[in-house]
């Protein structure tokens, strides 16, 4: 498998276009398990096969899927084209901006959904998987540069597991997929 590199989303039309529920969901199974058919996708999600279709080619126009490799005409499997995607406005622009804190707000209501999803099956986890999940945060005084480099440390302890993503046969006898969900904010002070 070829390196697949992280997208950068910054024109507003783009941010928008990923800030669709189905869209995320879309990227993130074939983020997940690697080249799909729309079908297959429609299958596993719960969606209809001309809706997955539909969001499959809207995702391709701002380069966040394409066809893998080796499809034919009868089966047109998509794959994501990286393993991660980021965004952000710095620049000043105000649609650029306002597309970035609606994009930002659809993600943090997916990890809410994802946390009380787990929450309501987690008795089903052994007392090994429920010792090691969960809710956590944290606090410090940081300046922003400090705050970049404890993220990119983050990602760094990542990058020993990703091989795994797409290589079952990396995988340990029990490993499971974990998602490790977070966001950072700024902290007003009473």
């Excluded at 090691?132 to 410090?140: E, M």
């Amino acid at each position: 498998m070829h390196e697949r590199p992280t997208i950068a989303l910054n024109d507003p039309v783009a941010l928008r276009a990923y800030a669709h529920p189905l869209r995320m969901s879309l990227v993130g199974l074939l983020r997940r398990e690697g080249p799909l058919t729309a079908t297959q996708a429609a299958a596993v999600l719960g969606e209809s096969v001309p809706s997955c279709s539909f969001h499959l080619r809207q995702l391709a126009k701002y380069g966040l899927v394409e066809r893998a490799e080796g499809a034919d005409a009868r089966e047109k499997p998509w794959r994501a084209t990286a393993l991660s995607t980021t965004w952000g406005a710095d620049d000043g622009d105000a649609e650029a901006q306002a597309a970035v804190d609606h994009l930002d707000a659809v993600l943090i209501r997916r990890l809410y959904d994802r946390a009380m999803g787990w929450l309501a099956r987690r008795a089903a986890d052994g007392p090994r998987w429920r010792s090691v999940t969960g809710p956590g945060d944290d606090f410090a005084h940081l300046t922003p540069e400090e705050l970049g480099e404890l993220s990119r440390r983050i990602d760094a302890l990542f990058d020993e597991y990703r091989p795994r993503q797409h290589d079952p046969s990396l995988r340990p006898a029990g490993a499971r997929a974990v998602h490790f969900g977070y966001y950072v904010t700024t902290f007003e002070q009473p």
